[in-house]
C-alpha cells in the first residue's frame, strides 16, 4: 500500500511540476520591474473625459473629485462625467459644487451598463474627447495623474492603464491597515509591476482593470459604446476582446492613482469572490474566438497571456487533490488501523507545504517589487510575508465554486471604509510629486 501511495504521490508532483514550468514565461515578468521604466512625454494636451461609476458612492466619491480638482493637468481639457442610478442620489448634490456632469443609468445590472450609457450620452454631444479615463468613486489620484496619463499616449495604445496603489498604506491608523487590506492589496502589484510591466515592454495584451483604465476615442468609437456587459468582471472581457482583435493596451507606471481595501476578510472576499467569478465567465464566454483568433505567433503570445492563470489554477488545483486524496487517505488508515495508511498524513502535508512555498515566493516577489509605496514597518512586512500566503491559499475555494457553479450575476453594493482625503493629506502626502 505505501508503494502505491508513493506512486500516486510522484505522479501528482511531476503533474504539478509540469504546470509550473508551463508558467515560466510568466514568472520571467516578475522581474522586469526591478528596472524603471522609460519616461514618456506628450507635448499635446489631449482633450479627456474623467468617466466615474458611482452607484450608491456619495459617503467617498467627493474625495475623489477633491484630487480631480488638484491635477496638474490643465482644467479646460478635461471634464468629469459621474453615472448614478437615482436621480435622488446625494452625489448629485456634491456634483454640482466640482461642475461634474451627471448620468443617470437606472436599469444598470452591472457596472458595464452604466460605463456604456455614459459612453453614448457623451458620444451624443457636441464636445469630442480624444480619450475616455475610467476611475471608480472610491479612488483617489495623484496629483499628476492626467498628466501621466496624457503623456502615455505616445505609447499609441488602445487601451492605457495606472498604477494602482493601495491608499490604506499610506494612513498611520491601524484600522485602516488590517491584514486583510494589507493582503489584498498586494494582488495589485502582482498585476501591475509584475504582470502588465512586462506585458507592455513586450507589446503583450495587459490583464486589463476597470478602475485607472484609459480608452482612445478611436476604440471608443469602433466599439460603439460599452459593450461588455455579460458578466460582472467588465474588465476581463475588454482583456479577451482586445487579444482576440489586437487593441493594443499599455501600462504606466508614473501615472499613480490611490485606491481603498476593505479592512474586514468578509468583504475582501466578497470581492474576491465577485472578480475571480468574473474572470472564468470571461473565459468561457470568450475561449473559443480568442482559440480561433490566435493564429500568428503574436497572437498565439497573447492568448497565453490572456489566459495564464490556468496553467496556476491545474498547478495548485492538482496539489489541492493530493491534499484531499493523502488527508482522506491518513484518516481511513487511523480508523481502520491501517499503518500504511498513516503515510498519507506525509504526503498530504508536503503537497501542503509546496503549495504554501510557491505563494511565500510570490509575496516576497512583491514586497521587495513594491516597497517604496508600502510605507509600513518591517515587523508588518515580516508578518505579511508569512501571512500573505494562507490568505492566497482562500483562493482555492473560491476559484473551486467559480467553475463548478455557473455565472454569478448578483451586483452587490461593496462596503466602503471611508479614508477621507483630510487624512490622506495629513498622513500620507498622496498628492506629492516624486
Not at 515560466?24 to 506628450?42: A, D, M, V
Not at 467617498?60 to 480638482?69: C, G, N
Not at 512555498?357 to 508578518?383: G, Q, W
Request: charged residues 25%.
Amino acid at each position: 500500500m505505501k508503494t502505491i501511495l508513493l506512486i500516486i504521490f510522484y505522479f501528482l508532483m511531476s503533474l504539478s511540476a509540469m504546470y509550473l514550468l508551463s508558467y515560466i514565461p510568466r514568472i520571467k515578468g516578475w522581474f522586469t520591474s526591478f528596472k524603471k521604466q522609460k519616461r514618456l512625454y506628450s507635448n499635446k494636451f489631449n482633450k479627456i473625459a474623467v468617466i466615474i461609476p458611482a452607484r450608491n458612492e456619495s459617503a467617498v466619491i467627493e474625495d475623489l473629485l477633491l484630487s480631480l480638482e488638484n491635477q496638474t493637468f490643465p482644467k479646460e481639457y478635461f471634464t468629469t462625467h459621474i453615472v448614478i442610478k437615482d436621480d435622488n442620489d446625494k452625489t448629485i448634490t456634491i456634483a454640482e459644487k466640482y461642475n461634474a456632469i451627471i448620468h443617470i443609468a437606472k436599469d444598470q445590472t452591472c457596472k458595464g451598463d452604466a460605463l456604456n450609457l455614459c459612453l453614448k450620452e457623451i458620444m451624443s454631444l457636441e464636445t469630442e474627447y480624444d480619450y475616455y479615463v475610467i476611475i471608480d468613486a472610491d479612488c483617489m489620484l495623484h496629483k499628476e495623474f492626467l498628466t501621466e496619463m496624457n503623456n502615455a499616449t505616445v505609447s499609441g495604445a488602445d487601451i492605457i492603464q495606472a498604477k494602482k496603489v493601495v491608499k490604506n498604506y499610506l494612513l498611520k491608523d491601524r484600522k485602516a491597515n488590517s491584514l486583510a487590506s494589507m493582503c489584498n492589496g498586494l494582488i495589485w502589484t502582482i498585476i501591475d509591476d509584475m504582470g502588465n510591466r512586462y506585458k507592455a515592454d513586450k507589446g503583450i495584451t495587459g490583464m486589463t482593470i476597470g478602475t485607472g483604465i484609459m480608452l482612445s476615442n478611436k476604440l471608443v468609437n469602433r466599439l460603439g459604446g460599452w459593450p461588455y456587459r455579460q458578466t460582472l468582471t467588465e474588465d476581463m472581457e475588454l482583456m479577451n476582446d482586445a487579444a482576440i482583435n489586437n487593441y493594443s493596451t499599455f501600462y504606466y507606471s508614473y501615472a499613480l492613482m490611490y485606491l481603498e481595501e476593505s479592512t474586514s476578510l468578509k468583504v475582501t472576499n466578497k470581492r474576491r469572490t465577485r472578480w475571480l467569478t468574473g474572470l472564468i465567465d470571461a473565459d468561457r464566454i470568450y475561449r473559443k474566438k480568442l482559440k480561433a483568433a490566435a493564429t500568428t505567433k503574436k497572437e498565439r503570445r497573447n492568448r497565453y497571456f490572456v489566459t495564464a492563470l490556468k496553467p496556476v489554477f491545474k498547478y495548485i488545483g492538482t496539489l489541492t487533490l493530493g491534499v484531499l486524496f493523502f488527508g482522506i487517505t491518513a484518516i481511513v488508515g487511523l480508523i481502520t488501523g491501517i499503518a500504511d495508511l498513516k503515510a498519507g498524513f506525509i504526503y498530504a502535508g508536503i503537497c501542503c507545504v509546496v503549495v504554501y512555498l510557491s505563494f511565500l515566493l510570490l509575496t516576497l516577489c512583491c514586497l521587495i517589487v513594491e516597497r517604496k509605496n508600502m510605507p509600513i514597518n518591517i515587523f508588518k512586512k515580516a508578518v505579511l510575508l508569512f501571512i500573505h500566503p494562507i490568505f492566497y491559499m482562500g483562493y482555492i475555494p473560491i476559484i473551486a465554486k467559480a467553475l463548478i457553479f455557473k455565472a454569478n450575476k448578483d451586483w452587490e453594493v461593496i462596503d466602503r471604509i471611508g479614508i477621507n482625503m483630510v487624512s490622506l493629506n495629513k498622513d500620507g502626502d498622496v498628492l506629492k510629486t516624486e
